[in-house]
Antibody, heavy 123, light 108 residues
């Protein structure tokens, strides 16, 4: 079955860095676009980053552009998010999510999500 | 950036009642809209994509409608497990992908 498992969250001081990982299984990782979505405590959902199936295209939310970097290793079935210069407003649960491909046509909706990993930015 | 506005913020209903949730876009997104359900402590679950298509395994009591700027998620008869927060999301003009602020469906 499809599984996405995030790791790497924790408490970090403002201005420091953190790297999140998402280990996937149960599907052909190299054929799917992947995303990071976050949710601040008690708040709604916010899209963070996108990476194409082969890693050739990447997009970011304006709030993280220039500070966060999404990457993937298709040989290791792993998605990553390098987060630099962290701010208090980056505090959230970070989810990795798979792009939805109904009938083979892929779309920027999310059909499978991990359980999330909490990042807390605080001094 | 497309702003999605969901209403109402909270919907208080009893099991068996009909729930009607609204999502309005700041500009046309055609039918490029999805709905998700999120329960406390869980990741969101895809319910509806392309405005009106149920995702795999989603019960028929969930239906989506609309196009352009106005969309509706209807739950025809609320089951106890349907009390949750619902989000809409657009993929028409991106980046960025955007979500609505959510509607909480609570037990009256």
């Amino acid at each position: 079955q499809v599984q996405l498992v995030e790791s790497g969250g924790g408490v970090v001081q403002p201005g420091r860095s953190l790297r999140l990982s998402c280990a996937v299984s149960g599907f052909t990782f190299s054929t799917y676009a992947m995303y990071w979505v976050r949710q601040a405590p008690g708040k709604g959902l916010e899209w963070v980053a996108f990476i194409s199936f082969d890693g050739s295209n990447k997009f970011y939310a304006g709030s993280v552009k220039g500070r966060f970097t999404i990457s993937r290793d298709n040989s290791k079935h792993t998605l990553s998010l390098q987060m630099n210069t962290l701010r208090a407003e980056d505090t959230a649960v970070y989810y990795c999510a798979r792009g939805f491909c109904p009938g083979g046509t892929c779309s920027s909706y999310f059909d499978y999500w991990g359980q999330g990993t909490l990042v807390t930015v605080s001094s | 950036e497309v702003v999605l506005t969901q209403s109402p913020a909270t919907l208080s209903l009893s099991p068996g009642e009909r729930a009607t949730l609204s999502c309005r876009a700041s500009q046309s997104v055609s039918n490029n809209l999805a709905w998700y359900q999120q329960k406390p402590g869980q990741a969101p679950r895809l319910l509806i994509y392309a405005a009106s298509n149920r995702a795999t395994g989603i019960p028929a009591r969930f239906s989506g409608s609309g196009s352009g700027t106005d969309f509706t998620l209807t739950i025809s008869s609320l089951e106890p497990e349907d009390f949750a927060v619902y989000y809409c999301q657009q993929r028409s003009n991106w980046p960025p992908l955007t979500f609505g602020g959510g509607t909480k469906v609570e037990i009256k």
